[in-house]
C-alpha cells in the first residue's frame, strides 16, 4: 500500500510506473476497488472516516451505547442484512469468503408479511458475513490496509495531481487517479471539481434508515427468521441470531428496520422514541405477549439503500482521472457496490499509466 511515499510523480509516468490512486471509502465498493488496482501493481492509499472497514456491512455491539447493561457480548447487524450472489464474479468472491470462513449461506426461513397479516414464503439464496457482516470486509481489508479514521473533505486539482484535505485542512497528499466510495450524497461534495459527475451523483437518491436492535432473554414466537413486512412503519424484521455464527446466551436478538418512508419522516425523532415506535409495531406484528427486550438500542442510517440508482456500472472522466463507484451506482446492494468497484478499478486501468 502507498502511504504518500511512493517515489517519482502522482500522476504517473515511465519513470514512476502507475499514477498514485487515492480510494475514499473502504465499504465493499471501495475495498473491491482498491484490491483489484493494488493486484495489477497499482500504489493505492484507501480512507475510510470510520473506525472499522465495512461501511454499511455493518455489526454494532451491544455495550457500543444505548442499551441496558450486562450484555457486552451481544452483536448485531444493523445495515445490511444479507448479500445474494448471483453475477459470476461475485460468486466465485463469496465461494471464497465461505471456504476461509467469512461469510456463510443463511437458511432462515423469510417470509413476506402482507397488510393483513397473510404470510408468503419468500424463498431464495441469502449468504451473510460470519460472525458478523463487518467479516467479508475485512479479509479484503487485510491486502488494502485501509487508513481509518480519515474523513476526506476535499479533493482539489493542484499542479501535481490531485490533493486531498481532511476536514482539519491536514494534507492528505497528491494523487494522479481518484476514486470516490461513499454514498452518493456524501459524494457530491467530493466531486465539486468534476461538475458533471457531481450533478450525476446527485441524481441517485438514497433513504434513511431507522435501525433498532433487540435482544430477548427467551426464544420468541415467531417461526420465521426474516420477514419483509409491507404497509407498517416496520419494512423488515430479523432474527439476527438464527444467522450463522451468532450467539444470543440463549436468548434471542432482532433486529427492525422501519420503512424508508417511515424512517425519512421521523429521521430526526430522538432514538427513544423510535425504538417504542417499531418495537410496537413489531409486537404486533409479531404477537409478542408479554415478552420484554432486555437490551435495546437504535441507529440512524441516514443513507441506507438508493431509492433511486444510476444503474450505471460507476462513474468516471478520463480527462480528469477522478471517478465515483458504489451501490448508487449499480445495483443498490452489497453485490453491486462491489461489481460497481471493479468496473471502476477496470476504468482507471484501461485509462493506463502514461507511457
Ligand atoms: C439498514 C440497511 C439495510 C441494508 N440491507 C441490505 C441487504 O439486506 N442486502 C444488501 O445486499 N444490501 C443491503 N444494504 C445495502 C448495503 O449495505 C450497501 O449496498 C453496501 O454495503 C454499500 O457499499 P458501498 O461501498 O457502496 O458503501 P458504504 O458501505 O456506505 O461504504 C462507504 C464508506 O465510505 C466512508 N466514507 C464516507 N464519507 C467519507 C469521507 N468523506 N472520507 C472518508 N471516508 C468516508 C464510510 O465510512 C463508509 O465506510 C443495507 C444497508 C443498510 C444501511
Known sequence: MSDGTVIGFPGGSARSGPPRVAVIGAGLSGLACAERLIGR???VTVFDKGRAPGGRMATRRADAGGG????AGLRFDHGAQYFTARDPRFRDRVEDWVAQGAAAPW???I?????????EESPGERFVGTPGMTAPA??????????SGVRVAEVVQGDDGWRLRDEAGRDLGSYGRV?????SPQAVPLLAEAPDLAAA????????CWSVMARFPRPLGPDYDGAFVMESPLSWIARDSSKPGRDAGGGETWVLHGSPEWSQRHIEDDPAAVIARLTAA?????????????HLAAHRWRFSIPVRGLEQECLYDPERGLGACGDWCLGGRVEGAFLSGLALADRILADGAPV
Do not use: H, N, Q, Y
Open 41 to 43: 501493481g497499482w500504489p
Open 68 to 71: 441496558a447493561g450486562g450484555d
Open 107 to 109: 437458511t432462515g426461513r
Open 111 to 119: 417470509v413476506r408479511i402482507g397488510k393483513d397479516g397473510g404470510i
Open 138 to 147: 475485512r479479509l479484503l481489508a487485510r491486502s488494502v490496509a485501509p487508513r
Open 179 to 183: 476514486a470516490v466510495a461513499v454514498p
Open 201 to 208: 451523483a446527485a441524481d441517485a437518491v438514497m433513504a434513511g
Open 282 to 294: 413489531f409486537r404486533e406484528l409479531a404477537g409478542l405477549g408479554a415478552a420484554e427486550a432486555d
